[in-house]
């Protein structure tokens, strides 16, 4: 795909009987619809399965900067909440996150039954689903508890933490990293605890109304090596700072929680998808530019759209032929053509999550290293 097909953007596709049936009963904009047929898999069960609340999932980060997985789901096991594990250590599924009365904790399981499917398009639960909710009862909201307050987690999705986990932080690494939209602060305050609150987090918000939310998050969870800087990521080559490790949550239509904001269904155009589209190809070059040779570069949204992912990462690696594709782990391969437009093939080791699909948000994840021998734009 050349440069100039990559600035076509965003793709229509015509109505038809199929599109306007849906839009109707599940209450989208048709041209929502139509491209959804075009690029989600099994779109009329992700549909049906976003309209029942009944099938939002709940995801917990303990907070290990203080206090230990083992030692923070004794505590909510406790006060009545029943959690499961997941495929990441530090993060827990909350099975009746509101008022639900209490119940026995779901059994363990192993390692290797954990690991069993998680390459699939299964979900990353490690327990069976619970068929019936329980009746209602008193229990605090996850985000009213003496824990929470206390800073020993953070409320977020699973397929955002992966995303922090494929930046491949050892524990206590001494390591440079930039989150480039940082607030509110979920990703953020995952980086530090996988340092151990050691190296340098660089944490750039471009909207004053949002810092402080993320200076909040980071002090009630004991963050001490990040700088947040109230200022554009495109800009954050003038810092003069060369990072090993880049994180890019892009700004985004955000589809892919249309589960948690069933007000976009509405209230977004294909202008915006148009908008964010050139926003994040701007931001994703920003962001490579100052990633330090063999350095690693996480681009993540929570849209499904393509404009905003695959075609996305096309565009850094049609400019900078030192930019190279990595297997994201988990998830969904993410999309070599669509329409008429044709990715490189390792765009198969990006990956997508599909609500129907994984029991999270949508999500998009590209893992990008920046080879040692240096050829840029």
Same mark, same amino acid.
């Given at each position: 795909? @050349?440069?100039?097909?990559?600035?076509?953007?965003?793709?229509?596709?015509?109505?038809?009987?199929?599109?306007?049936?849906? @839009?109707?009963?599940?209450?989208?904009?048709?041209?929502?619809?139509? %491209?959804?047929?075009?690029?989600?898999?099994?779109?009329?069960?992700?549909?049906?399965?976003?309209?029942?609340?009944? !099938?939002?999932?709940?995801?917990?980060?303990?907070?290990?900067?203080?206090?230990?997985?083992?030692?923070?789901?004794?505590?909510?096991?406790?006060?009545? /909440?029943?959690?499961?594990?997941?495929?990441?250590?530090?993060?827990?599924?909350?099975?009746?996150?509101?008022?639900?009365?209490?119940?026995?904790?779901?059994?363990?399981?192993?390692? @290797?039954?954990?690991?069993?499917?998680?390459?699939?398009?299964?979900?990353?639960?490690?327990?069976?689903?619970?068929?019936?909710?329980?009746?209602?009862?008193?229990?605090?909201?996850?985000?009213?508890?003496?824990?929470?307050?206390?800073?020993?987690?953070?409320?977020?999705?699973?397929?955002?933490?992966?995303?922090?986990?494929?930046?491949?932080?050892?524990?206590?690494?001494?390591?440079?990293?930039?989150?480039?939209?940082?607030?509110?602060?979920?990703?953020?305050?995952?980086?530090?605890? %996988?340092? !151990?609150?050691? #190296?340098?987090?660089?944490?750039?918000?471009?909207?004053?109304?949002?810092?402080?939310?993320?200076?909040?998050?980071?002090?009630?969870?004991?963050?001490? !090596?990040?700088?947040?800087?109230?200022?554009?990521?495109?800009?954050?080559?003038?810092? #003069?700072?060369?990072?090993? %490790?880049?994180?890019?949550?892009?700004?985004?239509?955000?589809?892919?929680?249309?589960?948690?904001?069933? @007000?976009?269904?509405?209230?977004?155009?294909?202008?915006?998808?148009?908008?964010?589209?050139?926003?994040?190809?701007?931001?994703?070059?920003?962001? /490579?530019?100052?990633?330090?040779?063999?350095?690693?570069?996480?681009?993540?949204?929570?849209?499904?759209?393509?404009?905003?992912?695959?075609?996305?990462?096309?565009?850094?690696?049609?400019? /900078?032929?030192?930019?190279?594709?990595?297997?994201?782990?988990?998830?969904?391969? #993410?999309?070599?053509?669509?329409?008429?437009?044709?990715?490189?093939?390792?765009?198969?080791?990006?990956?997508? /999550?599909?609500?129907?699909?994984?029991?999270?948000?949508?999500?998009?994840?590209?893992?990008? %290293?920046?080879?040692?021998?240096?050829?840029?734009?």
């Amino acid at each position: 795909m @050349s440069k100039e097909d990559n600035l076509c953007c965003p793709v229509l596709f015509p109505s038809n009987d199929l599109s306007k049936k849906l @839009s109707l009963k599940y209450g989208y904009k048709e041209w929502m619809i139509s %491209r959804f047929l075009n690029y989600v898999p099994n779109p009329e069960e992700l549909l049906e399965y976003i309209d029942k609340r009944e !099938n939002l999932h709940t995801y917990i980060r303990t907070n290990t900067l203080k206090i230990s997985p083992r030692v923070l789901k004794k505590r909510l096991l406790e006060k009545g /909440f029943i959690l499961s594990d997941t495929i990441l250590d530090e993060v827990f599924e909350i099975i009746n996150p509101s008022s639900c009365t209490p119940a026995p904790a779901p059994a363990e399981v192993s390692s @290797s039954q954990m690991y069993h499917n998680v390459l699939s398009q299964n979900s990353f639960s490690c327990v069976q689903k619970h068929e019936s909710k329980p009746p209602k009862s008193m229990l605090p909201s996850l985000g009213s508890t003496i824990e929470y307050l206390r800073g020993y987690y953070y409320i977020q999705d699973l397929s955002s933490c992966i995303a922090v986990n494929e930046l491949e932080i050892l524990y206590s690494d001494n390591l440079v990293v930039l989150d480039m939209a940082a607030a509110p602060g979920g990703k953020t305050t995952h980086i530090a605890q %996988r340092l !151990n609150n050691k #190296g340098l987090i660089v944490a750039c918000e471009s909207k004053p109304q949002r810092l402080s939310s993320l200076v909040f998050n980071l002090s009630r969870c004991f963050v001490k !090596n990040t700088t947040v800087f109230n200022m554009r990521s495109e800009e954050v080559k003038n810092l #003069g700072i060369k990072f090993d %490790r880049v994180l890019l949550d892009a700004p985004c239509t955000c589809e892919g929680i249309i589960q948690k904001d069933i @007000s976009r269904k509405k209230s977004r155009t294909s202008r915006d998808l148009e908008i964010c589209s050139d926003l994040q190809k701007k931001m994703i070059i920003a962001g /490579f530019e100052v990633l330090k040779p063999n350095g690693l570069m996480i681009y993540s949204t929570c849209s499904f759209a393509p404009e905003e992912n695959e075609m996305v990462v096309q565009h850094l690696i049609d400019n /900078f032929r030192d930019a190279q594709i990595e297997p994201v782990e988990l998830g969904t391969e #993410g999309l070599t053509k669509f329409h008429e437009f044709h990715f490189v093939e390792e765009m198969n080791q990006t990956k997508r /999550f599909y609500p129907h699909f994984h029991d999270t948000n949508g999500f998009f994840i590209a893992k990008i %290293r920046k080879e040692s021998k240096s050829s840029g734009v």
